[in-house]
């Protein structure tokens, strides 16, 4: 007998009653999926991240990078991959203030480095990392080459110097 027609007021409450119910389940049910499948999806796309995620760590003393002063006939070398996130951990072991930043491919840094000044030769610029402290930076690998990495500090340029190869 359908809905409209059935002779027991009772019997019709108790099966609308019954079909909110299910109706509230399951909508609970369809949100705590979405909810969980969208995290899901979250926790994928941060796993991706950090697979494809590069990590430096830059360190930095007086007027050098890495563990020996023989930055201008020896640069150190970092490598990383073209267009992936990098996330550089610097560390100033020095008392002076210093930065790290890339030069684009086929500029010429002039010697001395006039900080300000010349920014626009310059791909990327961490910011400065003051004496005996530390910091993080992230930014997207360009694409591949070696490029030159210098201190834009006035006066540290060509003595704090490295490479940065992108493959």
């Given at each position: 007998?359908?809905?409209?027609?059935?002779?027991?007021?009772?019997?019709?409450v108790?099966?609308?009653?019954?079909?909110?119910?299910?109706?509230?389940?399951?909508?609970?049910?369809?949100?705590?999926?979405?909810?969980?499948?969208?995290?899901?999806s979250?926790?994928?796309?941060l796993?991706?991240?950090?697979?494809?995620?590069t990590?430096?760590?830059?360190?930095m003393?007086?007027?050098?990078?890495?563990?020996?002063?023989?930055n201008?006939?020896?640069?150190?070398?970092?490598?990383?991959?073209?267009?992936?996130?990098?996330?550089?951990?610097?560390?100033?072991?020095?008392?002076?203030?210093?930065?790290?930043?890339?030069?684009?491919?086929?500029?010429?840094?002039?010697?001395?480095?006039?900080?300000?000044?010349?920014?626009?030769?310059?791909?990327?610029?961490?910011?400065?990392?003051?004496?005996?402290?530390?910091?993080?930076?992230?930014?997207?690998?360009?694409?591949?080459?070696?490029?030159?990495?210098?201190?834009?500090?006035?006066?540290?340029?060509?003595?704090?110097?490295?490479?940065?190869?992108?493959?």
């Amino acid at each position: 007998m359908p809905l409209g027609q059935n002779k027991n007021p009772i019997a019709t409450v108790i099966l609308v009653l019954f079909l909110m119910v299910f109706v509230i389940i399951t909508s609970y049910f369809l949100a705590l999926y979405l909810r969980n499948s969208r995290a899901a999806s979250a926790q994928e796309k941060l796993e991706e991240i950090r697979n494809s995620l590069t990590v430096l760590d830059i360190e930095m003393y007086d007027n050098y990078y890495g563990e020996n002063d023989t930055n201008v006939v020896d640069p150190p070398a970092w490598t990383v991959g073209a267009d992936t996130p990098v996330l550089i951990n610097m560390r100033n072991h020095g008392q002076l203030n210093h930065n790290w930043a890339i030069v684009k491919q086929g500029e010429t840094v002039p010697v001395p480095f006039a900080e300000g000044q010349d920014s626009s030769i310059l791909y990327y610029q961490a910011g400065m990392v003051y004496g005996d402290n530390e910091t993080t930076f992230t930014f997207t690998a360009p694409e591949p080459g070696v490029y030159q990495v210098i201190c834009t500090v006035e006066g540290h340029y060509p003595s704090m110097q490295g490479k940065l190869v992108v493959q």
